[in-house]
């Protein structure tokens, strides 16, 4: 059964005329447990982190290749501050999402366009991306291209970054 929260992301994507693949999965809360069940799912699979700068006035959606080792100096030195892990408070206060589902696509919850997204580089070279349904019990594929059209109609900060 699709939730109302996975469905608002199925409906902004229809809206942008946004093709996507769902597949459906148990419960995961770590890249670790999703391992498991992407392997029939083609495409790059992302690992997703909300931050926040050390006032913990700025965050950040920081989105990257799920094999990646976060170097937590240089992604400090590609956005200009330093980060740290924002609360599951802040998260959901934010994008509306909760831990173990973080995605771009929470960004639909964010009127204010308040959260940067820092997208690491290697993610250009990918022709299919992906994310969570802002739930963690599917996985989403969509192209590269279509990726960038549904950040583009959020409004929020973008920038890529070597990771």
Wanted: hydrophobic fraction near 35%; include cysteine.
């Amino acid at each position: 059964m699709i939730s109302d929260d996975e469905q608002k992301v199925y409906d902004a994507l229809g809206q942008l005329g946004i093709e996507f693949e769902r597949h459906e999965h148990p419960p995961v809360y770590t890249v670790d447990e999703a391992a498991r069940y992407w392997k029939e799912i083609p495409g790059v699979h992302c690992k997703n982190l909300f931050m926040k700068n050390q006032k913990g006035k700025t965050h950040y959606l920081i989105v990257m290749k799920d094999s990646k080792k976060v170097d937590f100096k240089v992604m400090a030195g590609g956005v200009g501050e330093k980060l740290s892990f924002a609360s599951e408070q802040r998260l959901e206060k934010y994008l509306g999402l909760k831990t173990g589902a973080v995605s771009p696509f929470g960004l639909i919850n964010d009127a204010g366009h308040e959260v940067k997204v820092v997208i690491d580089t290697d993610l250009k070279a990918a022709k299919k991306i992906n994310f969570h349904p802002n739930v963690n019990t599917a996985t989403v594929t969509v192209s590269l291209e279509d990726f960038e059209k549904f950040l583009s109609s959020c409004g929020n900060s973008v920038q890529y970054v070597r990771i």
